[in-house]
C-alpha cells in the first residue's frame, strides 16, 4: 500500500476530526494502525481536536475513608515530604558473617610462606585477595583451597552463604 495524496489528505482530515489511529486505519482500510501512527507523525501533525460526541469526564473526589489504615510505625512524630529516601534514625544491627562465629577459623593468619603472588597461583591454592591490588604487600591467601572451589575453607564460608543464612541475616537486620 503507498500513500498517495488522496489518501494523505483523508487521514490529515479524520486525524484532525480526533479520530483515533485504529479508527482512521479501518476508514483507511489496507493500513495498520502503527502505519498511520508512523505517517502522522513524520507529517508532523500535532495533537488531535476534541470530539464533541465525547464530554470530558469529571473526575470523582477520592474519599479518605476507601483507603485501608496504615499501620503505624511506632514513632508519634508524623512524616513531612518523601521519605523513602531519608535515613532511619534507628541504627539497624550489622549481621555478622558465618565465618565470624568460628573462633578456631578467626585464628587463621597467613604466614609469609604462604601467601601467594598472581604468578604464584595454582588449581590448589586459595584465590581471595588480601589487601589493596595497589599496594606493595597485596597478596593472596595461598593456603590449600577446597575441592571444587577457589578459596580455602575459611574464605568458602565467608564468600559463599546459603538461602537460609541470608534470610537468617535479613530478619536479624
Not at 500500500?1 to 482500510?29: C, F, I, N, P, Y
Not at 604466614?111 to 597478596?139: M, Q, V, Y
Not at 590449600?144 to 536479624?172: F, L, N, W
Request: proline fraction near 8%.
Amino acid at each position: 500500500m503507498s500513500w498517495t495524496d488522496e489518501r494523505v489528505e483523508l487521514l490529515k482530515k479524520l486525524w484532525a476530526e480526533g479520530l483515533s489511529a485504529s479508527q482512521v486505519a479501518a476508514e483507511l482500510g489496507g493500513v495498520t494502525r502503527n502505519a498511520v501512527i508512523g505517517k502522522v507523525h513524520r507529517l508532523g501533525l500535532s495533537g488531535r481536536a476534541k470530539t464533541t460526541t465525547t464530554a470530558p469526564r469529571a473526575r470523582r473526589p477520592r474519599s479518605q475513608s476507601s483507603r485501608p489504615a496504615r499501620p503505624s510505625s511506632g514513632s508519634a512524630a508524623p512524616t513531612v515530604g518523601a521519605t523513602a529516601l531519608k535515613a532511619d534514625a534507628r541504627p539497624q544491627p550489622t549481621p555478622k558473617p558465618k565465618a565470624e562465629a568460628n573462633p578456631e577459623l578467626d585464628a587463621v593468619v597467613v604466614p609469609i610462606s604462604k601467601r601467594a603472588t598472581i604468578l604464584s597461583l595454582t588449581e590448589n591454592t586459595c584465590k581471595w585477595p588480601i589487601g589493596d591490588p595497589g599496594d606493595a604487600d597485596f597478596h593472596f591467601c595461598g593456603c590449600k583451597s577446597e575441592a571444587g572451589s577457589p578459596y580455602c575453607k575459611y574464605h568458602s564460608e565467608i564468600a559463599y552463604q546459603t538461602g537460609a543464612d541470608r534470610r537468617r541475616a535479613r530478619k536479624a537486620g
